[in-house]
């Protein structure tokens, strides 16, 4: 590797540049995903069923889901980890070694889930690498973002009784 691109590459990690995925590594972290996780998360949630289980919630009831679904995952930590490496470590990092004190969730999440167990601790660190990097390539938008809309979704929702 020639000089140029090895220092291209360094600061593109020190910046946070995200250097690309492989359609591969999606590929393969969609089968860990089903392979590991899918037991618990839902794949994705839609708006409307996740209003759903947001009203559960605010009445006291435990939704109809077991974990909260990976679109949702997703857009919570991009909320605190927005660039791809910072992402993929606190991933691989929570999977392994899952706490309230360092997730990002809300507490209503953990008051009705509890915590995940650390399923990380049994895959490989290219299989958590290979999961973290679906979560963040496959899913767009950030916690606020998919939050308002859904708060815009209760308000049409009332509006109309």
Not at 19 to 24: D, R
Not at 70 to 98: G, W
Not at 119 to 131: P, Q, T, W
Not at 145 to 151: A, R, S
Request: aromatic share 12%; net charge neutral.
């Amino acid at each position: 590797m020639n000089i140029l691109k090895l220092l291209l590459i360094l600061i593109n990690v020190a910046v946070g540049v995200s250097l690309g995925v492989e359609k591969w590594e999606i590929a393969r972290g969609y089968e860990i995903y089903k392979n590991n996780c899918s037991v618990c998360h839902l794949e994705s949630i839609s708006l409307k069923d996740f209003l759903r289980a947001r009203m559960h919630v605010l009445k006291g009831e435990k939704p109809d889901i077991d974990a909260p679904p990976m679109n949702l995952v997703s857009a919570k930590i991009k909320q605190f980890y927005s660039r791809e490496l910072e992402f993929v470590e606190f991933v691989k990092d929570y999977i392994t070694h899952p706490s309230k004190d360092k997730g990002v969730c809300n507490k209503a999440a953990y008051s009705f889930f509890g915590t995940m167990p650390p399923i990380g601790e049994g895959m490989s660190e290219e299989e958590k690498e290979l999961v973290a990097k679906w979560m963040y390539y496959n899913f767009e938008g950030i916690w606020l973002d998919i939050f308002l809309k859904v708060k815009q979704l209760e308000e049409a929702l009332h509006s109309k009784k």
